[in-house]
């Protein structure tokens, strides 16, 4: 159980252009989504904490209006990368919490690599 | 100073041998520990979580707390080459959901 998708897996888009990535919890509710970024060699950084039908709290130095989080459902969250740009280029990943997870246990989605040519 | 800091490597050992992972963290506000996994191109695994000071084994997987020290390990006995992976230690305070990760460690097992 606890399992998290994401889509696309993939994308690559011109610069200018927006994306959006889904994050959904497929078996369980999920009350509490987060989305990452990971440059390659390094690790996940936080961009923000997605609540159910509340505004996502962002971390220090991501810009909300570039990141759009929608988090409308309590198995759906959607981060939209707004006239994205090459240095945006990153792996995002989203994670899940909730009433499945083994304490505060956080569920990790694949992943979705975004080229931005 | 990083949030939470681990050995980049990478480590290289020979298949059958301990892999020796460590982690420090600097907030003494931190609660939970974790270790996941993350092979190239895919998103972490949890391996380990633990909460209390000592030692959690779950087979060959032993995490070793010491909140005095802000220190934190991971040890996996008899490595095989399926561990070859980036290791990623994660702290959590008790009043956040939030996971601060390190830089991750990566492990080679020779086989």
């Known amino acids: 159980g606890a399992v998290v998708s994401q889509h696309p897996s993939r994308v690559i888009c011109k610069s200018g252009t927006s994306v959006k990535i889904e994050c959904r919890s497929l078996?369980?509710?999920?009350?509490?989504m987060f989305w990452y970024r990971q440059f390659p060699k390094q690790s996940l950084m936080l961009m923000a904490t997605?609540?159910?039908?509340?505004?996502?709290?962002?971390e220090q130095g991501v810009e909300k209006d570039k990141f759009l989080i929608n988090h409308a459902s309590l198995t759906l969250s959607t981060l939209t990368v707004t006239s994205a740009h090459p240095e945006d280029s990153s792996f995002y990943i989203c994670?899940?919490?909730?009433?499945?997870?083994?304490?505060?246990?956080?569920?990790f989605g694949p992943g979705t690599r975004l080229t931005v040519l | 100073q990083k949030e939470v800091e681990q050995n980049s490597g990478p480590l290289s050992v020979p298949e059958g041998a301990i892999a020796s992972l460590n982690c420090t963290y600097s907030d003494r506000g931190s609660q939970s520990f974790f270790w996941y996994r993350q092979y190239s191109g895919k998103s972490p695994e949890l391996i380990m979580f633990?909460?209390?000071?000592g030692d959690k084994e779950d087979g060959r997987f032993t995490a070793q707390l010491n909140k005095a020290s802000q220190y934190v390990s991971l040890l996996i006995r008899d490595s095989q080459p399926s561990d070859s992976a980036t290791y990623l230690c994660?702290?959590?305070?008790?009043?956040?959901?939030?996971?601060?990760f390190g830089a991750g460690t990566t492990v080679t097992v020779r086989a």
């Open positions: 078996d369980f509710q999920a009350t509490t």
């Open positions: 994660a702290v959590k305070r008790s009043n956040d959901y939030k996971l601060s």
């Open positions: 994670s899940a919490i909730g009433l499945a997870g083994r304490g505060n246990e956080q569920f």
């Open positions: 997605s609540n159910e039908g509340s505004k996502a709290t962002y």
């Open positions: 633990i909460y209390s000071n």
